[in-house]
Nanobody, 119 residues
Framework: QVQVAESGGCSVQAGGSLRLSCVVD?????RAWFRQAPGKEREGVAA??????EYADSVRGRLAISEDKAVNTVWLQMNNLKPEDTGMYFC?????????????????WGQGTQVTVSS
């Protein structure tokens, strides 16, 4: 069982920046960040696969996913945050992901880290 652990969530004001971290204890080909707001479905925001990244339209240009394979860490740099970015952010990993921003494609999940953006 691959262990996934997120950190870095906190409360920020609109326009601010935040960087989330995710440690995956074994390398997997696909790693992604999802978020879930109260009363809404979990949605993919950024994914990192084999030589490629993918972003949701709502975050493209503001969020960036990156990794350091040496320390099994994936980051989500979040800039120009908006109140609608508020939610629980989850990191997920798996070795296959045909649709890399779809939650059901991932087997391994962290517990989540809360991001709150105030206006």
């Amino acid at each position: 069982q691959v262990q996934v652990a997120e950190s870095g969530g906190c409360s920020v004001q609109a326009g601010g920046s935040l960087r989330l971290s995710c440690v995956v204890d074994e390398y997997t080909y696909y790693r992604a960040w999802f978020r879930q707001a109260p009363g809404k479905e979990r949605e993919g925001v950024a994914a990192l696969g084999v030589g490629a990244t993918e972003y949701a339209d709502s975050v493209r240009g503001r969020l960036a996913i990156s990794e350091d394979k040496a320390v099994n860490t994936v980051w989500l740099q979040m800039n120009n945050l908006k109140p609608e970015d508020t939610g629980m952010y989850f990191c997920a990993a798996y070795n296959t992901a045909v649709r890399s921003l779809t939650p059901s494609e991932y087997r391994y999940w962290g517990q989540g880290t809360q991001v709150t953006v105030s206006s």
